[in-house]
């Protein structure tokens, strides 16, 4: 608070006081926050944030053991709340979780619940019969995901409250959310990139609040709170699995078959409110399916803002080319993917072009009320939604856009690299063949070379038929050159031309066979080779002289051969390397 003292100059105190109170009263006359749900009524004995972190929610950013704790305190004092570990930590070494939410009667049938949705998910296990009597009996499972940029604040606090609100609401909305939905609460997914950050703020920040977005307490200093601990953009990971919070995130979402998954992020002070739907370019493996949903989810999200008289707006720079972002990633798993993006105040308040104070807790406002709007809607409309779901892995099933029937991933003369990839996508729930002799393949394509040839293709080729239930994944995923409209494309080139820069946000590349640098064949007609399952492990090769008289050679074109050269090297032991090809 400002403490302003006047001295006695008569000549200029009417004045010199009009002056200040009008510099000042934006600071001094902030009107009272707008209750985060008005219509509010709340069970108790169920503990509110704020009974729970020892200040008002939106005051300040929560810290990752403050949000714990709350999680930790709601899930012992309601039934209606379960927290699960991941069984993963960061490299910080703080323990990812998350919760799920639902009525008693839901949270009493939890295993069969998760059983009866793999059922959904595959339409081998499942006939149309049986998705409507599914149907009938489950609730669609909505995914909340909140702050996977450290930096990004507002949505890992909202998510306290979204918790509070799922668990305590007693009002008929709330009660209808915990009967229609399963709701799964990611609260903070990088949590090592949020506390350097607000370290950061801690140590720029002042005794005043500083509005100024270019004050260095709005701008912090490198490396940010962005990225996780080695500076991973994990908003980048989400095939790629490169960190440990990423695996964790994807493991999540393939044990609990979501139909709805949200991706709370922020950008710029000076901005309102985005959301879906996207703009082009649109990623063709995306099935119009899920997409259509992103029209309705985000109609209801402009009324619950309509009525606060909040802007907000959609499309502009919002494409979905990228499969590895949060917002696009479900769409490959069946789900329908929703973005936020809120203008950030980095945890205190900024004053914008327009003279008004955007604060923290408006911020956290938002993300809560979009939150619970698009609940609302998956709510309203869950057999519809656990119905599409179905039909969109019909969908996958029936095979390929572009006529892939398999992909061939050979191990060549590195079969660790291969194997890791392969290993990947096994992680994510796609059903990977080992050919167990070697066989000759019809009209294969490679990376390379375009024009179809047949090919011998070795013992121990990775063979991977499309037409199961992760179909778009898999496609998204492995295939070389996917095709923009020439809709965009003509914009594309237009926008170019005019000098104003791509209409592209960012990544425009990932093919994983590229780079892993393995060699890979499509082929548009099904593999006619005996195979085994691919079980997730790959057998180590045998030493070809376990008792040597002098020493061990190890083969460096294979990824294993750095691996060992560092155990050797942690080990002490003597190394040399081979400096021309030799023969013994």
């Known amino acids: 608070m400002f403490h302003l003292r006047l001295f006695p100059t008569p000549k200029f105190t009417g004045p010199f006081l009009f002056v200040l109170l009008l510099f000042f009263s934006p600071l001094f006359s902030q009107n009272a926050p707008l209750p985060f749900y008005p219509e509010g009524r709340y069970a108790p004995g169920i503990p509110s944030p704020e009974a729970v972190l020892g200040f008002p929610l939106g005051s300040r950013p929560v810290r990752h053991a403050e949000a714990r ?16 570990e991941s069984g993963y930590l960061t490299h910080e070494q703080r323990a990812l979780y998350y919760v799920v939410i639902s009525d008693e009667s839901n949270l009493n049938r939890l295993e069969a619940i998760q059983a009866k949705l793999a059922r959904l998910s595959d339409p081998r296990r499942t006939s149309p019969a049986d998705s409507r ?12 995901m909140y702050s996977i940029h450290g930096d990004e604040l507002s949505g890992a606090d909202a998510s306290l409250q979204v918790a509070y609100q799922l668990a305590a609401g007693t009002d008929e909305r709330s009660a209808k959310l915990r009967r229609e939905l399963l709701v799964g609460i990611d609260p903070m997914e990088n949590p090592d990139g949020r506390e350097r950050f607000l370290a950061s703020m801690q140590q720029w920040g002042g005794a005043v609040p500083n509005s100024d977005a270019q004050s260095i307490h709005h701008t912090g200093v490198w490396p940010w709170g962005r990225t996780n601990h080695y500076l991973f953009d994990l908003n980048r990971d989400w095939f790629i699995l490169s960190q440990p919070e990423s695996r964790s995130r994807v493991q999540a979402l393939h044990e609990w078959h979501p139909q709805l998954v949200v991706d709370a992020h922020e950008m710029g002070s000076f901005d309102t409110f985005l959301f879906n739907p996207a703009r082009e370019p649109i990623n063709h493996n995306y099935s119009q399916i899920t997409l259509k949903w992103t029209e309705r989810i985000a109609a209801e999200q402009a009324r619950a803002f309509d009525r606060y008289g909040w802007s907000y707006y959609t499309r502009e720079w919002l494409e979905d080319w990228y499969p590895g972002y949060g917002s696009s990633y479900p769409y490959l798993i069946g789900a329908v993917g929703f973005i936020y993006e809120q203008a950030s105040t980095e945890g205190s308040a900024v004053r914008r072009p327009d003279g008004t104070l955007l604060t923290f807790r408006d911020a956290v406002h938002r993300q809560f009320t ?39 991933i050979l191990p060549g003369e590195n079969p660790s690299r291969a194997a890791e990839l392969i290993g990947k996508l096994h992680f994510q729930g796609v059903e990977i063949e080992v050919a167990e002799a070697a066989f000759t393949a019809k009209a294969l394509r490679s990376y390379r070379e375009r024009r179809p040839a047949d090919r011998q293709l070795p013992a121990g080729t ?22 923009m409209t020439n809709n965009f494309l003509r914009s594309e080139r237009e926008s170019l031309e005019k000098g104003e820069g791509t209409r592209l946000y960012e990544v425009s590349g990932w093919s994983m066979p590229l780079a892993y640098g393995v060699e890979t064949y499509t082929a548009r007609s099904a593999p006619a080779v005996k195979t085994r399952p691919f079980t997730g492990t790959v057998e180590a090769p045998a030493l070809s002289h376990p008792d040597p008289a002098f020493g061990y050679l190890i083969d460096y074109q294979d990824d294993s051969g750095v691996q060992a050269l560092l155990a050797l090297f942690e080990k002490g032991i003597k190394v040399r390397a081979a400096r021309k090809a030799f023969r013994i």
Do not use: C, H
Request: glycine share 6%; net charge negative.
């Open 462 to 483: 990775y063979v991977i038929r499309t037409r199961q239930p992760l179909r778009p994944l898999i496609d998204a995923i492995l295939e070389f050159d996917p095709r």
């Open 370 to 408: 979009g939150s619970i709007a698009n609940l609302t809607t998956a709510a309203e409309n869950r057999e519809a939604l656990l119905g599409d779901y179905y039909r969109m892995k019909q969908e996958a099933l029936a095979g390929s856009s572009g006529g892939v029937e398999a992909y061939y």
């Open 69 to 84: 704790a709350y999680f930790e305190a709601l899930a012992e004092a309601s039934p209606r709340v379960r927290l699960f």
């Open 133 to 144: 009597s599914l149907i009938t009996d489950l609730p669609a499972v909505a995914w909340m």
